[in-house]
Antibody, heavy 121, light 106 residues
C-alpha cells in the first residue's frame, strides 16, 4: 500500500523559513517523480514544486509564486522529499500535500494527508 | 502557463439529480484532464483520468468526456456521499487545477 506522510508544518512569522518532509513507502520511490501541492484555507489547489528522478538528474521545477524562495529536494536512500521554504509570506499559508503526480503514462496518483503551514505575525 | 476555468463554482442539487460540471483549458491539452473529489479535511481523490477513464473503485455514475479544451464531469444520479467539492486538473504541461465546484444539498 502506498503511503505518503508529511511533517514539519507549523506557525511561523513572515520572512521566516520552514522545511517540510514527506516519507514515502509502498512503491519504488527512486523511479517516481514527486510533487508538492498546496491548498490555502477555503481555497483551491495549487501545484507548488516538482522533483524528478535521478535518471532525470533530479531536476526541479517550481510554480511562479514560489520560485526563488522554495527548494525541493529528495533523498532516495531515505525515501523522502523535502520542501525548504524561505522568505515566507502570509499568502503561503496552506495545507501542503506531498504526492506522486498524475502523468501521461500513469493512471493513478497518491496523496499524503497534508501538513498545515501558517504564516502569521 | 495553462489556465483552467471551471464552472459553476457552486451547484445546488438533490439526491437522484443528474449533475454536470464543466472545465475549460486555455490551450489544447488533448485528453490530459483529471477530475477529483474532495471532502472537508481530506486530500483530493482521483475520479477520472485521461478525460474519460474511471479510476478503479469509483462508482460508474461518474463519467467524464471531452478533449482539447472543453471537458465535462457528469454524475448520473447524485448520491448522499457525492456532496463534496470537485476539481478538474490538467496534466498536459505541469499541473493546473480548476477553481473547484462545490456540490451542495438543495
Amino acid at each position: 500500500e502506498v503511503q505518503l506522510v508529511e511533517s514539519g508544518g507549523g506557525l511561523v512569522k513572515p520572512g521566516e523559513s520552514l522545511t517540510l518532509s514527506c516519507v514515502a513507502s509502498g512503491f519504488t520511490f527512486s523511479n517516481t517523480w514527486m510533487t508538492w501541492v498546496r491548498q490555502a484555507p477555503g481555497k483551491g489547489l495549487e501545484w507548488v514544486a516538482l522533483i524528478r528522478t535521478k535518471t532525470d538528474n533530479k531536476t526541479p521545477d517550481y510554480a511562479a509564486p514560489v520560485k526563488g524562495r522554495f527548494t525541493i529536494s529528495r533523498d532516495d536512500s531515505q525515501n523522502t522529499i523535502y520542501l525548504q521554504m524561505s522568505s515566507l509570506k502570509t499568502e503561503d499559508t496552506a495545507v501542503y500535500y506531498c504526492l506522486t503526480p498524475l502523468r501521461w503514462e500513469l493512471s493513478s496518483d497518491h496523496w499524503g494527508q497534508g501538513t498545515l503551514v501558517t504564516v502569521s505575525s | 502557463d495553462i489556465q483552467m476555468t471551471q464552472s459553476p463554482s457552486t451547484l445546488s442539487a438533490s439526491v437522484g439529480d443528474r449533475v454536470t460540471i464543466t472545465c475549460r483549458a486555455s490551450q489544447n491539452i488533448n485528453n490530459w484532464l483529471a477530475w477529483y473529489q474532495q471532502k472537508p479535511g481530506k486530500a483530493p481523490e482521483l475520479l477520472i483520468y485521461k478525460a474519460s477513464s474511471l479510476e478503479g473503485g469509483v462508482p460508474s455514475r461518474f463519467s467524464g468526456s471531452g478533449s482539447g479544451t472543453e471537458f465535462t464531469l457528469t454524475i448520473s444520479s447524485l448520491q448522499p456521499d457525492d456532496f463534496a467539492t470537485y476539481y478538474c486538473q490538467q496534466y498536459g504541461s505541469f499541473w493546473t487545477f480548476g477553481q473547484g465546484t462545490k456540490v451542495e444539498i438543495k
